[in-house]
């Protein structure tokens, strides 16, 4: 019987073995479906639209072929197409099941225009990622159907004309595993149901022999033969001699099983629930009104931040303001003009610090689809701590994005703004909503700083956050004393504060306040008293420098740029404006004119 039980185990073994193998073989369908493209018309370009790539569900992987080095890059549909707006380009799309191409000419002014150099699409601030590789490019993908895939080879040779989209059928063999893994099980048992078949022939096969006659037996003293011929033991039991035989059999069983579970991947067994468990997170609405996206996502502007930081990096180290401009602009790129002009004629001076590439603690992009476009974006060093601020913008879909604004943080100051996937809209300069004006604020300020607590507008600002009106406070008094030490009795020095001509930039926060940031230009002037007394700067290099001459009967008026970010209330709120972080940097210096 053991052996019908060991055959029939076999069988069932085959069949199950049988039946998972063919499940991973002939049984199985293919694994991808892909879809060719094919471009009939010669141009420098192929947008690939969103439709096309989500016309299946899961990842998409692009592959494209071609001569030479393929370019591709992707982002939302409406920037790409408004990139591609100075170039022809076929726009491939998806109409039901079919694959449509059309070609789209660059508006007559466009095509007859002559730009100063060709338009290229590498390195374009507008992607969010892009890709390129030699004669065959493959790109995996997972986008969305309102973003879009560029094609192209350098922009001026005719882009690649064959292209494919591939998907995952999503083919899966979920009883495959069980099959062959429950397969090996019943080829175990069934081998050692034939062992045990095997023993049991055996021992039932044995030689029959007649007995001798059995001699009468009587009882035997244990304590008299234990005294006269010691104590006899016993040898072991056929039972326990077999005993090591039974490991042997076992192991095969334990291999086979451990060899079946891991030649089975994870597609060959059944799912039951989900694979992830979703953890809850903070629920944010979408302002009423706002529909636009972000300007961008937080990889494109952590990309964005690394070129304008190498770019700055390498004006640096040749004091190029012309290499700032590529991705300076406002008062970043003035500060940076003037250190400049002065690290060239004075060799120990300091250059200013470098822009911050660590990882992105706060971003906060405008969600406007047109230009310009901005975004803030706060970086923390690991090392020191220290936090900067960044306004960062883009005046069209051609153009670099640009800093203009700059600022390190001051302590505890905090934000209350939305998710880089939601943004927020741009507040406008001449806004009734907030507390101040956004236009209105650098003037504000700039009084503050002035007349202190006797400013009509001190009420508004809340002290307790302003380092930097200490800090401005104390380095007039300062200079003061200084100054009256030797010219009290020929000359005198002035402070005032006055708004910059930058033109600030606001965004709104979820509080229903805004984030500012505003340029105040601060003046220091040292005119004589006497009309017969000279100011002399000898022992001032960088006034020295900036103005060209060592003395003065008019005397001097020197500027420095303060870049300042505050938080501003709503009208309706009962908090103040907080101040939260700046940089100053000399601007100017210049002899006073007569009046």
Known sequence: MRFVWAVAAFVLATVMIGAGIAQRTVLQGPKTETQSIEIAESTPYVLVDGGVLSGHTGSQTLRAQ????????????????????????????????????????????????????????????????????????????????????????????????????????????????PLIVGGGIMLAIGIVLYILGVRHVRRSRGPRRKGLPIARTEPIDLSEASADKGVISSSPSRRQLSGGRRGFVALPVVVVSALLVSGCSADSWPQFGPSETPTPSATVVVPEGQDDPPAVTEAQAERILTRISAQVAAADEKNSAAQAAVRLEGPALAARKTNYTLRKELDDHEPLPAIPTTALKILLPEAFEGWPRTFFAVVEDADSGVATIMTVTQRDAWSNYKLSY????????????????????????????????????????????????????????????????????????????????TGSKTGKISFSASAGSTNPVAMATLDSGAIVAVTVNENDTVTPTNEDAVIKVDDNEVVKTLSGVTQSSTGFRSSYADQLFFFVPSQSSTERIRFLGYSSDILSAKVVKKK
């Open 66 to 177: 071609g001569d030479g080095e393929i370019f591709a890059a992707y982002g939302r549909t409406d920037d790409m197409m408004a990139w591609l707006a100075r170039s022809d380009y076929v726009h491939v799309t998806r109409e039901g099941e079919e694959i449509v191409t059309e070609s789209v000419a660059a508006p007559q002014e466009e095509a007859d225009a002559e730009p100063s150099e060709p338009l290229s699409p590498l390195g374009s601030d507008l992607w969010v990622d892009e890709f390129q590789q030699e004669d065959v490019l493959i790109a995996p993908l997972q986008l969305p159907a309102d973003m879009s895939v560029l094609v192209a080879a350098d922009g001026v040779e005719p882009a690649p004309a064959q292209l494919s989209v591939t998907w995952p059928t999503g083919v899966t063999t979920p009883w495959a595993g």
């Open 406 to 485: 700059v600022a390190n943080m001051v302590a505890d100051a905090s934000l209350n703004v939305a998710p880089p996937y939601i943004g927020a809209p741009k507040v406008q300069p001449d806004s009734a909503f907030l507390l101040i004006a956004p236009q209105d604020l650098a003037a504000a300020y700039a009084d503050v700083l002035d007349k202190g607590d006797d400013s009509e507008f001190a009420p508004m600002f809340d002290a307790e956050t302003d380092t930097f009106r200490t800090l401005v406070a104390d380095n007039r008094a300062a200079r003061v004393e200084d100054f009256n030490k």
